[in-house]
Structures are given as C-alpha cells and as structure tokens.
T-cell receptor
Framework: GQSLEQPSEVTAVEGAIVQINCTYQ??????LSWYQQHDGGAPTFLSY????GLEETGRFSSFLSRSDSYGYLLLQELQMKDSASYFC???????????FGSGTQLTVLP | DAGITQSPRHKVTETGTPVTLRCHQT?????MYWYRQDPGHGLRLIHY???????DKGEVSDGYSVSRSKTEDFLLTLESATSSQTSVYFC??????????????FGPGTRLTVT
C-alpha cells in the first residue's frame, strides 16, 4: 500500500519561514507533489519534484530526497493569505492517480 | 484556471436515494478523477478515467459507480446513498503523460449531505 505522513498542524508568524515535511512509503515512486487548499476551496497545484534537490518558485520551494523517502515544502516570507491546508501527494499507476497525505493546516499569525 | 465545473455544488438527499454528480471539463484532457474529502483523511480517490468508456476503481470505490460517455463529462453515481457518503466531492483532470512533470487541476467541489 501507499502512505504519506505529514504533520497535522503548523503555526508561524507573518514574515517567518516554515517547513512542512512529508515522508512516504509507496510501491513504486515517480515524484512528489504539493497542493494548497484554502478553507472551502479546491486544491491547487504548487509544485512537483521528480528528481532529488530543491525546486524554487517564488516564495515557495520544494525539496525531495528519494533515498530518504522524504520531501518538504518551504514557505518563506509568510503572509496571512498563506494560511491554508497543504497536502503532499504522489502520482502512481497508469492514469497517474494521486495518493494524498492527510494534510497540514498552516496558521499564519500576525 | 482550468475549465472544470461540477454540478450540483450543494445537495442534500435522503438515505437510500440515488444521486449523480457531474463533472464537466472544457480542456479536452484525457484523464479525469473523482475524490472525496473528509476531515482527517485528506483526499481519497474513488474512481478515475483514462479515456471515453475507460474507467477503473480507486481506493474507496464501494457504493459508487462512474461513467464517461464523452471526453468532457465524468459522472459519479451513488446507487443508494448512505450517511457515510456525506462528504465533499472533487473532480480533477490531467493531461500529463510523463512523470517528469505532473499536475492535476481540481473542480470547485460538491458538498453532499445524506440525511
């Protein structure tokens, strides 16, 4: 089976840096995705790492270590609007269907 | 934003009644997916489609069926709704054919309450 573990909650203050970790156990692995979801909204794609290393997109970066079955999402210069749930996910199978972690609720305090 | 709509957006139904949720896309993407989201469980895959009339089961498919007669529409049917199927349902689409870059686009969701 597949499992992805991530912390359930993280709290940080505006302007700070926060890291959300994800460890995975999957039969077969192609890459690690991150999605953001605001309350009442739909998940939206943030990043995808197929190779080891750091991918940077503006204030957000994502890291993958395949040998450690581990990845993280790094959010810099936190803003109030970053308060949301963040999900790691892996695409598996012939239709690239996603298996998600349970999500991390990020609260940004003023 | 990817052109994905879901209907209805909200529905309340009684136990034992059939319910059909519709997902419509204007992107002509090959792959379509239905997920449900419940507190503490993240998103879980119900069924998916890899082409017209080509569908398969996901992690939590019991009690659900799907159909895809056109590229743009993917229907999810609860044959006889139960209270355990109260959830938020998301449709997603993808055209990614490799694992080098992979992204799914999600619809706005349908909130279903079974009383």
């Amino acid at each position: 089976g597949q499992s992805l573990e991530q912390p359930s909650e993280v709290t940080a203050v505006e302007g700070a840096i926060v890291q959300i970790n994800c460890t995975y156990q999957t039969s077969g692995f192609y890459g690690l995705s991150w999605y953001q979801q605001h309350d009442g909204g739909a998940p939206t794609f943030l990043s995808y790492n197929a190779l080891d290393g750091l991918e940077e997109t503006g204030r957000f970066s994502s890291f993958l270590s395949r040998s450690d079955s581990y990845g993280y999402l790094l959010l810099q210069e936190l803003q109030m609007k970053d308060s949301a749930s963040y999900f790691c996910a892996v695409p598996l199978g012939s239709a690239r269907q996603l298996t998600f972690g349970s999500g991390t609720q990020l609260t940004v305090l003023p | 934003d990817a052109g994905i709509t879901q209907s209805p957006r909200h529905k309340v139904t009684e136990t034992g009644t059939p319910v059909t949720l519709r997902c419509h896309q204007t992107e002509n993407h090959r792959y379509m997916y239905w997920y449900r989201q419940d507190p503490g469980h993240g998103l879980r895959l119900i069924h998916y489609s890899y082409g017209v009339k080509d569908t398969d089961k996901g992690e939590v498919s019991d009690g659900y069926s799907v159909s895809r007669s056109k590229t743009e529409d993917f229907l999810l049917t609860l044959e006889s709704a139960t209270s355990s199927q109260t959830s938020v349902y998301f449709c997603a689409i993808s055209e990614s054919t490799t694992f080098q870059g992979y992204e799914q686009y999600f619809g706005p969701g349908t909130r279903l309450t079974v009383t």
